[in-house]
């Protein structure tokens, strides 16, 4: 037992004992991949909440044409910038106060489980006024947020078809 405890005791002081060499290099490592990470592309908060415009978008119009489906995707979409936006921009105000959305995207979430479009209307608009909430109170009350009136894509259908073949126009 006492030769074990020898042994392990001599290992560790070896294992301990790093030449000054040794550990420039590792700090030369350790300060280069800092520079690294601060070189890292993030994402900015006006794209991040670009993203997040498209999305509440075409929510809607997935939602006003029943495709439910495409709907449960998008409020998922938005819930995943909501998390980016956390995630990468937690310093600003606006970050911190962007949990305000998540009662309105609940609910949204459950007019598209029932498949009722009144419901799904309703919560959307609650949606869209959180939106607007938020921005009054980060001081971007001028950034107004309203149900769309044009679909964002002119490549995107969002009524639910009959899974037929696409004709391109140009081959007409």
Request: proline residues 3%; charged residues 25%; contains cysteine.
């Amino acid at each position: 037992m006492k030769k074990l405890l020898l042994l392990i005791l001599i290992l560790s002081f070896f294992s301990c004992n790093k030449s000054p060499k040794k550990m420039e290099v590792l700090q030369n490592q350790i300060d280069s991949l800092k520079i690294k990470l601060t070189n890292i592309y993030q994402p900015g908060f006006g794209e991040l909440m670009g993203n997040i415009q498209s999305h509440h978008s075409k929510l809607w119009f997935a939602g006003k044409n029943k495709n439910w489906k495409l709907a449960n995707f998008e409020v998922k979409e938005l819930k995943e910038i909501i998390v980016s936006i956390q995630k990468y921009q937690k310093e600003r105000t606006e970050s911190k106060l962007i949990e305000m959305i998540n009662p309105a995207l609940d609910s949204v979430n459950k007019a598209i489980d029932k498949k009722s479009i009144k419901s799904f209307k309703k919560s959307y608009l609650l949606l869209t006024n959180s939106c607007n909430s938020c921005h009054k109170s980060t001081n971007f009350e001028y950034n107004i947020v309203k149900i769309p009136d044009v679909a964002p894509f002119s490549n995107q259908d969002f009524k639910i078809k009959n899974s037929k073949p696409l004709i391109n126009s140009y081959e007409k």
